[in-house]
Nanobody, 123 residues
Framework: QVQLVESGGGLVQAGGSLRLSCAAS????????MGWFRQAPGKEREFVAA????????YYADSVKGRFTISRDSAKNTLSLQMNSLKPEDTAKYYC????????????????WGQGTQVTVSS
């Protein structure tokens, strides 16, 4: 089992920044690829960003590329998402997830999910 707890969400004006964190506990954090997903009201959950088990590969949705940066600290068992130049359309609940697989852009790859943290961007 892997337990994931997100933090760092909040209300921010358009153009602002937020940093999300995900604290992992349980099985070896470094063995898992990690990802961030988001779900806006009335919409399906979508992929945002992912990072491989060793941090060597990162993946981003086109909508966040160049604005968001995913990183991990295996010594601290934490996953982060730095979000800059936020837009109202980034408003959603953000979830971190852990995957033993390699296709990290697909939700079905992920076995473990956090409860989410809300990000609201005002215009």
């Amino acid at each position: 089992q892997v337990q994931l707890v997100e933090s760092g969400g909040g209300l921010v004006q358009a153009g602002g920044s937020l940093r999300l964190s995900c604290a992992a506990s349980g099985r070896t954090f470094s063995a898992y690829g990690m990802g961030w997903f988001r779900q806006a009201p009335g919409k399906e959950r979508e992929f945002v960003a992912a990072i491989s088990w060793n941090g060597g590969l990162t993946y981003y949705a086109d909508s966040v590329k160049g604005r968001f940066t995913i990183s991990r600290d295996s010594a601290k068992n934490t996953l982060s998402l730095q979000m800059n130049s936020l837009k109202p359309e980034d408003t959603a609940k953000y979830y971190c997830a852990a995957s033993p697989g390699s296709i990290l852009t697909m939700q079905t790859t992920y076995n473990y999910w956090g409860q989410g943290t809300q990000v609201t961007v005002s215009s």
